[in-house]
Structures are given as structure tokens and as C-alpha cells.
């Protein structure tokens, strides 16, 4: 789906952010609607989110690596990925992380590749995997305690299909379409880790070429890591398809089961010791990537978004370390909630992030939707309707972690009213219900004038008028003057200590007050959306070509 997702993002959503002149998505909500509850919503959720679904699953999966290689303890593993991740991103900033993200991602894709040769060839290929897979059948079934069905340890027989039964799969196909789209709209999107790359791209164009890009990486993922995992169940069939709590417990830590550990046990036990080298940093070098994302822009929310308004008049000094405590405090908020990732959704940690995702990302998928695509939405609208799927999401979301969602060993006792309903289906519903919600309030209220809305809204895109900010003066910074008059101690006078305390938060570096004329001059810059034809029409050309491709790869594996 991430396809089709980013080509929406480059051509659609991100020329609406630019010409907004925004640096967060919640600052775009707010010129969009005005008044701040609605900003101050979307960043705390925000930061919920990336704990709940990607700090520490990042963490979790990075320990789970570290752990099966290494043999360390699984806390012990993550303090080790955290300490090294934290040092370049607190010190580096958004540009060390864009760099090393570039050259992580070269070597995590030639690692993955020389991977996936070494699992085909230990197989037998592609067409004896197909067929190895579906007797890839554990021996080890018996438990006295439990009566456990042939159906919790025989493949499933819609393995190698995209497109399942919509009522009795693991991922019904509407589900799989829909509600993965939007998913994919609030994460591709509207996501700050997302967007804060595109915008700051140097144009238009460059956005457009990321994401194609970026669509073209995301097609390897079913051969690097799919692929490779079902083969590590055909070669280690008792331990990747456990299903006696006790054994998968011995096996890996987790008595729900041991799918987590397929990779790392196909890079332990299949690749020779210096490629075994090379992947473990390929996997620490993608986890790590995906860490010092998260932490740059949780802490650029934070500081934009929630500190400047607990303290108007915070120096520049102030921001930036109360950005890194606030990271501090994330890693450890995250940490405490690795147990629960453990249990989660029968041990799998890929169907935990997308339920987490589905309980609380469509409503800020409708909000932006709306919001971009639809003039009359108002901010009475888009806060009653964020506030009702938060409810909505929350009471499905806190059921399951309360009475457990269970697995096919031991199923749930969860009502079937509460979680009988597939997250994917969940995710629909909350989606359209939100957006009944929104466009109810909002044309039962007074709309917002158009000239608050120029550039704002996919209508208004082209607008030239001088636009009037709703609310400007509520969230204006009273320090921002301050900030830049502060004077710094002379370099003489600074000790060696403080030398070293200036140079990893980031104070040493000089700040220069622009006039007024260079101010307009860099705004006028940072908010054209205009391109050159050639590569307007490069670009074009190459989005119609990726969706060709995409649409081949779903018919060819429905």
C-alpha cells in the first residue's frame, strides 16, 4: 500500500505543507483551524504513539537481535542500542541523522540481499520454498496441560496469497486494502518522522524523487524480509513455530511464540562469521536509523509545540535542552513498556504495531484528510471528531490490554462485541465515523472565512492574497527577540567542562538575527512550491512507472 501512499504524499499533501510554511504537522493544524487544543491534542498523541509503537518495538526487536547473537540480556541489549543511537543523534541533530540514514540504508540493503541469496540457496529456491513451507510442521505439539488444535501449528493454506478470505483470515483483503491505506495516510502522511523529511528537501521536486524512491525501496521488503522469514521456519521449524508455552518460553523468552526471532536466527545460524558481522550491523544500523528518527522529532514536537507554550519566553539555550530531557524521559517511559510488547497480540510484533496503529491513527488520518480536501471543515469539527475516535480507540485498545487478546493455544476472553472485530476492520470504522463526526459539527457551525484558509486547503492551494493566520498572537514566542540577543560568555572566559556541556547540546553554535527583508526573503524561499518543467515532468513520468509496477505486484501475488 505504501506505494500508492507516497506518491499521495509528494503530490498531494506535502505541496499543501510547503506552501503552509510549516515545520510541524500540528503547527499546519493549527493555521488551519486555529485556537491551540486542537495542536496541543496532536502532539501529546503523537508522542504516545511513538512510544506505544515505535521506540519500543524498535527497542524490543533491536534487543531481540542483540540478544540471539550476542546472548545478552534483553534490557541489557537495549541500554547497549540506546547509548549508541543517543550519542549522534543528541549531538548530530536532523542533518547527522539524514546522513546516516543515507549510508545505513545502502549497507542495510546490500546486507539483506547477500541474506536472502545465502536463505534461497540453503532452500532450494523459490518454487521448493513454496512447497517446504506448507509442511514446515512442528513436532513438538504435546503439552499435558493444554489440549493445542492441529491449526495452531500447520501453515496456513492462503500463505502465499495477498488477498484473503474476508472473514476467516489473519488479514482479510478488505481489510488489507482499505484499512492499511489509511494506515498508510496517517503514517506516510501526516507522520512528523515522515514529513519532517520532505520538508526539508531543497524543492519540489527532490520531495517527489524521495518518495519515488522510497516506493521502489518498498517492494524489497517481501523478498528480504518475508521471504527469508518463512524459510527460517522451514529450516528451524521447531523453534520459529512453537506453540507449547513452555518450550517457546525456553526457546525465546516469549510463551506466546517465537516468530519474533526468525530473522535473527537465520543471520546467526546461516551466514558465515564475517557476513554475520556485517548483518548485525546492517540490523542495528536500520534499527538505529529508525531510533534517531523518532527521537529528532519527538523532541522537535515537544519543543515547538508543548514547551513553547508552557513557557512563552524559553531561550533558544532552554529548547534545545529541554528537547534532550524530554528524549530522556521517552527512552524511559519506552523501556517500561517493552513487557507489554512481549505479550501483545499473540507475540507478534508486527500485528502489534499495526492494532496499536489502528486504534488511534485514523482519526488524525481524517482530521488532515478533511482538513487538506475539504474547505468547510471548521476547528469546532475537527476537535469534537478527534476527541470522539480517541474515546472510540482508546475503549478498544485498553479492552485488549486489560483482558488479553490471546493466541490460538489459549484464546481471549475478551468479548467478542469488544475485540471480535479484525483491527483492520476497526481501523474503517473509526476512520468513517470520525469523518461523519467532523463534517456533522462542522456544518452545524459557523465556517472558517476564506481568507484564513488561503494555501491551506487543496482549493486555496494557488491563492496569492496575504493570508490571516486565525489566532497569531496566542502561540507567538515572546523570547523568540530575546533568544537571539542572548549574550554568550567570551570563548576566553568559558572552561573546558562547559566547553564540552555547550558543544553536545548544541550551544556552540553561532545565531544571527535576520532583518526583516531577509526574514520575507527566506520565508518566500521555504514555502515556493514552483518546479523545472524537465523535472517536473522527469519525476511525473517516474510516479506512473512506479504505480505500473505496483499494480503488477498485486495482481501477480493476489
Not at 507554550?309 to 531561550?315: C, E, G, S, V
Not at 510484533?349 to 499495526?354: E, K, P, S, V
Not at 491551506?456 to 497569531?472: A, G
Request: charged letters at 15%; glycine letters at 6%; hydrophobic letters at 50%.
Amino acid at each position: 500500500m505504501a506505494l500508492v501512499i507516497v506518491i499521495i504524499l509528494g503530490w498531494l499533501f506535502v505541496p499543501i505543507y510547503i506552501r503552509a510554511g510549516v515545520v510541524t504537522m500540528p503547527e499546519y493544524l493549527k493555521k488551519r483551524f486555529g485556537g491551540n487544543r486542537i495542536r496541543i491534542y496532536l502532539s501529546v498523541l503523537s508522542l504516545f504513539l511513538y512510544i506505544f509503537t515505535k521506540i519500543s518495538a524498535d527497542m524490543f526487536s533491536g534487543a531481540i537481535f542483540i540478544r540471539e547473537s550476542l546472548g545478552l540480556n534483553l534490557y541489557v541489549a537495549v541500554v547497549i542500542l540506546l547509548a549508541i543511537t543517543a550519542i549522534y543523534t543528541v549531538t548530530g541533530g536532523l542533518t547527522a541523522v539524514i546522513y546516516t540514514d543515507t549510508l545505513q540504508t545502502i549497507i542495510m540493503v546490500v546486507g539483506s540481499f547477500i541474506l536472502m541469496g545465502y536463505a534461497f540457496n540453503a532452500v532450494g529456491g523459490y518454487e521448493a520454498m513454496k512447497e517446504k513451507y506448507m509442511n514446515a510442521i512442528t513436532s513438538e505439539t504435546y503439552d499435558p496441560m493444554l489440549n493445542i488444535s492441529a491449526e495452531c501449528y500447520t501453515p496456513r493454506p492462503d500463505s502465499f496469497h495477498l488477498l484473503r478470505d474476508p472473514l476467516n483470515s489473519d488479514l482479510p483483503w478488505p481489510g488489507l486494502i482499505f484499512g492499511l491505506s489509511i494506515l498508510a495516510i496517517w503514517y506516510w502522511c501526516t507522520d512528523q518522522v515522515i514529513v519532517q523529511r520532505c520538508l526539508s528537501a531543497k524543492n519540489l521536486s527532490h520531495v517527489k524523487a524521495g518518495c519515488i524512491l522510497c516506493g521502489y525501496l518498498k517492494l524489497l521488503p517481501m523478498y528480504l524480509m518475508v521471504f527469508p522469514g518463512m524459510i527460517s521456519r522451514i529450516l528451524y521449524t521447531n523453534v520459529i513455530a512453537c506453540v507449547v508455552p513452555s518450550l517457546c518460553k525456553r526457546y525465546c523468552d516469549v510463551e506466546a511464540g517465537c516468530s519474533n526471532i526468525a530473522y535473527p536466527m537465520l543471520v546467526v545460524n546461516l551466514m558465515p562469521r564475517g557476513l554475520r558481522g556485517l548483518m548485525l550491523s546492517v540490523m542495528l544500523a536500520s534499527l538505529m536509523s529508525s531510533l534517531t528518527s523518532i527521537f529528532n522529532s519527538s523532541s522537535t514536537l515537544f519543543t515547538m509545540d508543548i514547551w513553547t507554550k508552557i513557557r512563552p519566553k524559553a531561550t533558544e539555550k532552554e529548547l534545545m535542552l529541554a528537547g534532550r530531557v524530554f528524549t530522556l524521559v521517552l527512552i524511559g517511559i519506552s523501556i517500561a513498556w517493552i513487557p507489554i510488547v512481549q505479550k501483545a497480540q499473540s507475540g507478534k510484533l508486527f500485528d502489534y504495531i499495526q492494532s496499536i496503529t489502528s486504534y488511534l491513527g485514523p482519526p488524525i488520518a481524517s482530521i488532515f484528510f478533511l482538513g487538506i480536501f475539504v474547505k468547510r471543515v471548521n476547528e469546532k469539527g475537527a476537535f469534537w471528531g478527534l476527541i470522539f475516535g480517541l474515546a472510540v480507540g482508546l475503549a478498544r485498545m485498553i479492552a485488549e490490554f486489560v483482558i488479553g487478546t490471546g493466541n490460538c493455544v489459549t484464546p481471549s476472553m475478551c468479548p467478542v462485541i469488544i475485540c471480535g472485530i479484525h483491527y483492520l476492520y476497526f481501523a474503517i470504522i473509526l476512520f468513517v465515523v470520525t469523518c461523519l463526526v467532523v463534517l456533522i459539527v462542522s456544518f452545524l457551525t459557523k465556517p472558517i472565512p476564506d481568507k484564513h484558509l488561503y494555501r491551506l486547503c487543496w482549493t486555496l492551494r494557488y491563492s496569492t492574497e496575504e493570508r490571516e493566520d486565525l489566532d497569531q498572537d496566542e502561540w507567538k514566542n515572546e523570547g523568540t527577540d530575546s533568544r537571539m540577543d542572548v549574550s554568550e560568555e567570551a570563548p576566553q572566559d568559558v572552561k573546558c567542562w562547559k566547553k564540552a556541556y555547550n558543544w553536545f547540546c548544541g550551544f556552540d553554535q553561532p545565531t544571527q538575527k535576520l532583518s526583516k527583508e531577509e526574514e520575507e526573503a527566506l520565508q518566500k524561499k521555504l514555502t515556493d512550491v514552483s518546479e523545472v518543467p524537465l523535472w517536473r515532468n522527469v519525476v511525473n513520468v517516474n510516479a506512473i512507472i512506479l504505480l505500473s509496477v505496483c499494480v503488477f505486484f498485486w495482481a501477480f501475488y493476489a
